[in-house]
């Protein structure tokens, strides 16, 4: 099952994440208990519930236990032990689910997922690295790091990327002054 199978995804609430969570989880649950196992474990850190992630309730409702963020390990302190052990990751950006490229209460499909998905691609193949792609409906928002900003107004980067994102579905290019920002689609949920 896909999570747009679930209309609560698919419609992209606030509380979008909580339903998934919730889904895939009891999956997980239930597969674990068929092979007798009866703890789960996740890899929520202690930066996680800083933001809106109504997951993280799903994983307590559902009894998954979170070491790294019971322990106040953070995204950097997970980082700095994935060097010490040399893991390949160690450097690698976060990677949200894609869902999260879209505002609330526009609908998830799996072509708008994708066509993210290419487009962050494309822009990591750039050299590009602390990215997002907001999807608009027809207008993609581009947020890099702010030192990336002119590298990707530049007439020749600037003419690659236009040509690409229009190529895959998009109507309008932007780039986002602001630059990355993580969480910038839960802004409307915060008081102003």
Known sequence: MS????????????????????????????????????????????????????????LGELGVISPLMELGYTKADVRLLAEEFDLPNASKPSSPCLASRFPYGQRLTAEGIGRVREAEEFLFSLGFKELRVRDHGGIARIELDAAALPLAAEAGVRQKIVAKLLSIGYNYVTLDLEGFRSGSMDRDLEPR
């Open 3 to 58: 999570a747009l199978d679930n209309e609560r995804v698919a419609s992209n609430p606030p509380e979008r994440c909580y339903h998934c969570k919730s889904d895939d989880f009891s999956a997980i649950r239930d597969k674990a208990r068929e092979f007798g196992i009866d703890i789960i474990l996740d890899g929520t850190n202690a930066d996680d519930p800083k933001g809106h992630r109504p997951g993280i309730r799903a």
